[in-house]
């Protein structure tokens, strides 16, 4: 039961106000109280004193009360009352629960509520409130390895600050990672041992009375304890058995608390499904003896899974052992959330494991990202998505599900986490309700709105081609305009300082879009015209053009704010949002501040073009090698080019499903980007040529020598699975022959149709080269032309960069 508060309430202060607890309260129940204190006067210096009993004046009361759950029928478990009024010309304030939780979350909301001030403490007036949450599972994974982009440089006091938070937004479940999973065991910026942070966030929760869960992979192997992932064969033998039960037994019988264990299928770990449950199985039993109560969960999750191995796994979990608790939708499943509650045993429990960090190459990747976002920004940028968030949830929240624990690699993702919490306690809750709320409590309450619709304004910058979003430059000024009237307490806050980088940055990115665009195109101009001034000249003038990227920079300030920004956040809350000066992991881990530079043309390219021409000895070689770079997808008269990094090109591609439809591309097909190659470009500018060889080798198809790939290939048509790409070409001479040239990459498992007719016979099988197919005018007779690309059993689909469908027209 849920009566909404509105908008803009009356507030009354109640800065002299004392706290009183009516009747018996757990000791639990007492460290809720004791959260609701420290927090107050965390914001407003104010320690409201805690009364024995009701004080003889007229000063405001806030009165804490357990009662019996029989007679609380206005909110059911951990629920909670809250009520403000005026009672004989005293303040009331009540909040009132029948467990421990639902006073942890009824000092959350109230918090909320509250308008906490230096040295001032307000509440809106008149409020009557009852909530019961709507999923039984609410929480959020905090793994402390070295791939995430903030946990591995966080201390104890941070970990129980960041889980407090949380569960006063009305999260009740936190996950863990183990020491060993596919990451390194410690790095540079772990100060502690992972098990004794494991154990010190298990008390944390144990305290709050927040469920403990743990995301337990099977991972190594005896002669490769790190990072072996695939089908290891020798998992399974006594040896290896007795070390994996070993370093579980030392996790379960230190921690204070566990209640459920997640087992992935795979990514990492990938055992055969039989000897998974069969681990599973011993697994389970050593748990049981230090925590009898807990339970196991699974996922279908892995790379490439057979029918086969679905098959063995749906049929063990139809067993229905006594240890499994249920299963996890998870990323990389192959079937749907509707289609995993059919295989399954109809009242088995299922969990969402949502990925709310990742914006490229992940379950929810943004719709349709233009390819300048994607080199710069990556796989884990700084992302609130508040709508596509709730939309994505709310999607799920009618299949059967408990709940919702989510996938998380740090900090980047903040935002996510608290709209995903708020819609797991109530599918119902607006979006701008939660972000008032999160940024009124824990930035400051004279942002309330402005980093609220900031906030949302941050997502809309995402939407369409960079090169012409008039949004992002009126998000920067709505930043800039807060930016330059908070006080420093606002400015070192570090929830803002992440939301108004992301506004720089974009700003900053949008605006070297434009100039490097610019450039290369004057370069182009000149290149033209090399044969009149001659080949070498004009790629000497071409390279200076396309140069003054560094020599002629745009927006120099928005770069060096974005720089201080990187560097507060390392500061504030150990975000590495860098590799060179904070030591992130990589660029598409969190450090997307390093490509703040990557060039957002084909000057790396067309650079290394020069180079191969420069050392040609005929001029005509080096006539015919600068004309196949200039016109390197020019498909003659009557052709045709698509080149799938370009927006206009999704109009040639059949899409089965909007977005609002199948966010997850479960049966659409996408535009997918390559973190691979943009590591290798920003390696190949930077003088590094360790990664570079797949690239070097594919590159080399154009022009021999060649080291870094055309701007067109990091971006593809793909797919998941078995959801089909189809390709339509219309108004072909249907009297005349074409030629059709394909750039990707696919191999075994997926087949190419041209017209219905399969390309198996007559097609190279390479992977990562160009493929080339005759289409002939018996083929088109209507002058239609439909690729389909079909994956016939696991994985990703194809990556389909380029096509060209060249006329015979000889």
């Not at 998941?720 to 498992?749: C, E, F, H």
Request: charged share 25%; proline share 6%.
């Amino acid at each position: 039961m849920t009566n909404r508060l509105r908008n803009n309430l009356k507030l009354c202060e109640v800065s002299d106000a004392s706290m009183i607890l009516s009747g018996p309260v757990s000791a639990r129940g007492q460290n809720a109280v004791h959260i609701l204190m420290e927090e107050i006067e965390r914001r407003t210096g104010i320690r409201l004193p805690v009364m024995d009993s009701l004080p003889n004046d007229q000063r405001p009361l806030i009165s804490i009360k357990m009662v019996n759950s029989s007679s609380s029928p206005a909110y059911g478990r951990e629920g909670y009352q809250i009520r403000i009024s005026q009672s004989n010309g005293r303040r009331l304030i009540e909040i009132e629960a029948a467990d421990d939780r639902g006073i942890l979350y009824g000092v959350g909301k109230l918090l909320r509520i509250m308008v906490l001030t230096r040295n001032k403490i307000e509440v809106p007036t008149d409020v009557d409130l009852a909530e019961t949450p709507h999923f039984s599972l609410r929480g959020h994974q905090l793994g402390y390895r070295p791939k995430t982009n903030a946990y591995d440089a966080w201390t104890p006091e941070i970990y129980s600050q960041y889980i407090r938070e949380l569960a006063l937004f009305g999260a009740n479940s936190i996950e863990l990672v183990p020491p060993i999973t596919d990451d390194e065991r410690t790095g540079p910026l772990m100060k502690y041992d992972p098990l004794f942070m494991m154990r010190h966030v298990s008390e944390v929760c144990d305290a709050m009375d927040l469920d403990v869960w743990i995301w337990y992979p099977n991972m190594g192997s005896p002669d490769n304890w790190y990072p072996a992932t695939g089908n290891d064969e020798e998992f399974m033998k006594p040896e290896y058995l007795k070390r994996q039960l070993e370093e579980r037994e030392e996790i379960f019988s230190s921690m204070k608390r566990i209640d459920h264990i997640l087992v992935p299928g795979g990514d990492p770990g990938a055992l055969n499904a039989q000897d998974l449950f069969d681990f599973m199985a011993m697994e389970a039993e050593l748990l049981n003896k230090y925590h009898p109560n807990a339970k196991l969960w699974v996922s279908p999750q892995a790379f490439n899974p057979t029918d086969e191995w679905l098959d063995t796994f749906y049929t063990n979990v139809r067993k229905e052992p006594a240890w499994l608790a249920g299963v996890a939708f998870a990323p990389w499943e192959k079937h749907s959330l509707p289609e995993l509650r059919r295989l399954i045993p109809e009242g088995m429990k299922i969990r969402n494991y949502p990925d709310i960090t990742h914006t490229i190459n992940s379950q929810y990747p943004v719709h349709n990202w233009d390819t300048a976002f994607a080199m710069t920004h990556s796989r884990e940028c700084i992302n609130p998505r508040p709508m596509a968030m709730k939309h994505i949830h709310n999607l799920l929240k009618d299949e059967g599900i408990v709940g919702s624990l989510t996938y998380s690699e740090g900090i980047n993702d903040d935002v996510n986490k608290f709209v995903w919490s708020g819609q797991d306690w109530n599918p119902d809750t607006p979006v701008l309700e939660t972000l008032r709320e999160y940024a009124r409590f824990l930035i400051h309450p004279d942002v309330e709105y402005g980093v609220a619709n900031g906030l949302l304004a941050l997502e809309r910058n995402f939407e369409g081609p960079m090169i012409t979003n008039r949004q992002i430059s009126h998000t920067l000024n709505h930043w800039r305009k807060m930016e330059s009237r908070v006080d420093e307490q606002v400015l070192q806050n570090y929830r803002f300082e992440m939301g108004l980088l992301r506004a720089y940055y974009d700003a900053y990115v949008q605006r070297r879009l434009i100039h490097e665009q610019e450039l290369e195109q004057r370069a182009m101009d000149v290149l033209y015209r090399a044969n009149e001034t001659g080949i070498m000249p004009a790629m000497e003038q071409a390279e200076e053009i396309l140069n003054r990227k560094y020599s002629q920079p745009v927006c120099t300030d928005y770069r060096e704010k974005c720089l201080d920004l990187a560097d507060r956040l390392f500061a504030h809350i150990g975000a590495q949002l860098t590799v060179s000066k904070h030591q992130g992991v990589s660029i598409t881990r969190g450090a997307f501040v390093e490509a703040i530079d990557t060039p957002l043309n084909d000057m790396a390219y067309l650079l290394s073009a020069f180079q191969v021409i420069r050392s040609m000895e005929e001029e005509l070689a080096r006539k015919e090698a600068l004309d196949a770079i200039i016109y390197r997808t020019d498909p003659g008269e009557g052709g045709f080019y698509t080149n799938f990094a370009a927006d206009q090109s999704l109009l040639r591609v059949e899409i089965a499903h909007e977005w609002k439809e199948d966010p997850g591309y479960l049966n659409t097909a996408l535009i997918r980007h390559n973190p691979g190659l943009l590591e290798t470009a920003y390696s190949i500018l930077n003088g590094s040529n360790s990664h570079t060889l797949l690239s070097r080798e594919t590159c080399n198809r154009i022009l021999p020598g060649l080291t870094s790939p055309p701007l067109a290939w990091i971006s593809n048509l793909s797919s998941y699975y078995s959801a089909p790409i189809k390709v339509t070409y219309s108004n072909l001479d249907s009297r005349s022959s074409y030629t059709l040239q394909v750039m990707g990459l696919w191999g075994g498992g997926v087949d190419m149709l041209l017209n219905g007719k399969s390309t198996a016979d007559n097609r190279i099988t390479h992977r990562g080269l160009m493929e080339t197919f005759e289409v002939t005018p018996d083929m088109i007779p209507d002058g239609k032309l439909e690729i389909v690309w079909v994956n016939e059993e696991t994985g990703i689909g194809p990556y389909i960069n380029e096509l060209w469908l060249k006329k015979d027209n000889g």
